[in-house]
């Protein structure tokens, strides 16, 4: 087995969860805030994409599709947007669902020996540990979406 095909099932692994907690949420879930100070799951969904594109750059500039207007802004750290200027859910999955095709592209051409070139990021300081980063950010975030079923009286999805 190779460095990428571990990588790979990261990606495949963390996209199977993020699935299973996700897929049976509608709009309204995806936008409630059941802990005070906790980010709604949209916000945090426009925060992985847009993290996504940025990590990409740094290993393969321009791989990224562009985001659209205000994207990166809206859900970046910090940002004073209110839930009701979020994308709706099927939004969102449509704009990720372009950005791992071009994560997915961009892994398959960078030669894996450029997996140990620096970065100078550090938090990722090599080519490989960066993009498996990007796989594993979603697991950073499924706790949050739990509370977030609870609240919605959801099944236990995992």
Do not use: C
Request: hydrophobic letters at 45%; glycine letters at 6%; charged letters at 25%.
């Amino acid at each position: 087995m190779t460095a990428k095909d571990l990588i790979r099932k990261s990606f495949a692994l963390n996209d199977m969860i993020v699935h299973s907690y996700l897929d049976d949420m509608n709009d309204a879930e995806f936008k409630m805030i059941p802990v005070a100070g906790m980010n709604s799951i949209a916000w945090q969904i426009g925060h992985l994409i847009a993290s996504e594109a940025n990590m990409l750059d740094k290993v393969a500039p321009g791989a990224s599709p562009a985001l659209p207007e205000g994207f990166a802004a809206k859900y970046e750290r910090g940002s004073t947007a209110d839930a009701s200027e979020f994308h709706t859910k099927d939004q969102l999955f449509g704009v990720w669902a372009g950005q791992r095709a071009a994560t997915m592209k961009a892994l398959d051409e960078i030669e894996e020996s450029k997996f140990d070139d620096a970065t100078g990021l550090d938090y990722a300081p090599t080519v490989g540990e960066l993009l498996n980063l990007i796989a594993n950010h979603p697991l950073m975030h499924a706790g949050q979406w739990v509370a977030v079923r609870r609240a919605a009286n959801k099944k236990v999805a995992i």
